[in-house]
């Protein structure tokens, strides 16, 4: 059900980025139809609250405990040069100039900050958690929601100070549990919503990323050499 409402999620934005005029309910009636299914739950109905709209191009700001901050993009740093980031995890701000790949992809390990930094910047919703406090049924859970879906990416995020934490450009939600209701409002808001990303349009392959091999993230504080993240 979870895996079903993520996909349906991702498929209402892209209408929307494809400037569809169908909204709301009317919206989920129409992708209902086409996987064959009669009837729209009441958790869709009540998701259609956070879809981006003409009046309402950035509905995030309705989600409990939602912080947000504007960041300047195009700012970019080349590995091993680090960034002093002001949140953690961070969700904005001077980053790698290579990206991490976002294509659905969950990593079994810790990926360097600053390439998933640049994935933000091309509208993914990056989903990191405290390896320490989600393991089985709830690490499993927020993969099921990640994995195959595009512009969604998850990797554990060490030292995290809650279970877990997702991320947008310019946004970030930290949440107790995997079954927390925020964490699909949080992705219906702003997955690939052109209001509050820099780089409409921008893909989450890189050539230059090794998904199977990840750069590491690094635990150590940033030394005195570390850029600002604005």
């Given at each position: ?79 091993p040069q680090r960034v002093a ?9 001077r980053h790698d100039q290579v ?55 998850m990797s554990p995020y060490p ?72």
């Amino acid at each position: 059900m979870r895996s079903t409402t993520t996909a349906l999620v991702i498929a209402l934005v892209s209408v929307l980025v494809a400037g569809a005029g169908l909204t709301g309910v009317a919206l989920l009636t129409a992708e209902r139809a086409v996987a064959g299914q009669a009837t729209v739950s009441e958790r869709d109905r009540e998701l259609t609250a956070f879809m981006p709209s003409e009046d309402n191009p950035d509905p995030s700001g309705a989600i409990p405990g939602i912080v947000r901050r504007d960041y300047d993009p195009g700012l970019h740093v080349v590995a091993p040069q680090r960034v002093a980031y002001d949140h953690s995890p961070p969700f904005g701000g001077r980053h790698d100039q290579v990206w991490a790949n976002c294509n659905g992809v969950v990593y079994p390990t810790a990926v360097r900050t600053e390439h998933l930094v640049h994935s933000l910047e091309h509208g993914s919703v990056w989903i990191a958690y405290n390896p320490d406090r989600v393991t089985g049924d709830e690490r499993a859970k927020l993969a099921e929601r990640v994995e195959g879906k595009p512009y969604l990416v998850m990797s554990p995020y060490p030292g995290l100070d809650q279970p877990i934490s997702l991320q947008s450009w310019g946004h970030q939600l930290k949440v107790p549990t995997a079954d927390d209701e925020r964490i699909d409002q949080f992705i219906t808001a702003l997955l690939l919503n052109p209001a509050t990303y820099p780089e409409p349009g921008a893909p989450c392959d890189s050539i230059g990323f090794d998904q199977d091999a990840p750069p590491p993230f690094d635990p150590t504080p940033p030394g005195p050499d570390a850029q600002p993240p604005i």
